[in-house]
């Protein structure tokens, strides 16, 4: 089998890897067309260094992401319940519906955080009462809140 070369991706490439990875790929490849291209450098020393300090403040930084998210979490907890005033018909049922929308203003009114309302999960609300909602404020941190519909 021939003889592979290692080299640290400067941009990513399909079904290779992202910028900044470290791939065995073979000579030719890189002597041909990753190396001319300014798509890769040979793995000196040097580079591994700078290469394990990127991942390294990378890590830091997803790790101070999730910290900041847990932090926004037990803030939501400690308010407990964000009420929410709708207009009620008939037998408590409310015109329209609670979008997500009107959640992250509600949050953002009682707390100053800015919400994104992609990340809020609500049940289905059609009359006044108390709801459970998922707010997802990091890929690993979700925070249940409760809603409350009230009449106007």
């Not at 300090?53 to 319940?81: N, S």
């Not at 009420?83 to 929308?101: D, H, L, P, W």
């Amino acid at each position: 089998m021939a003889k592979r070369v290692q080299v640290v991706l400067t941009k990513n490439v399909n079904k290779l890897g992202k910028s900044g990875d470290l791939v065995e790929v073979a000579p030719g490849y890189a002597r041909n067309y990753l190396l001319p291209q300014g798509i890769a450098n040979i793995a000196t020393p040097g580079i591994l260094r700078q290469v394990e300090q990127r991942r390294e403040k990378e890590r830091q930084r997803l790790l101070a992401e999730r910290q900041e998210a847990e932090a926004r979490k037990t803030a939501l907890q400690t308010i407990g319940r964000f009420v929410i005033r709708k207009q009620v018909g008939e037998g408590e049922a409310i015109f329209g519906t609670v979008t997500t929308q009107e959640v992250a203003d509600v949050i953002k009114e009682n707390t100053s955080q800015e919400i994104d309302r992609r990340g809020i999960t609500l049940p289905e609300i059609s009359k006044t009462g108390f709801y459970k909602a998922q707010v997802k404020l990091h890929p690993e941190v979700t925070a249940e809140i409760e809603i409350q519909v009230a009449p106007l």
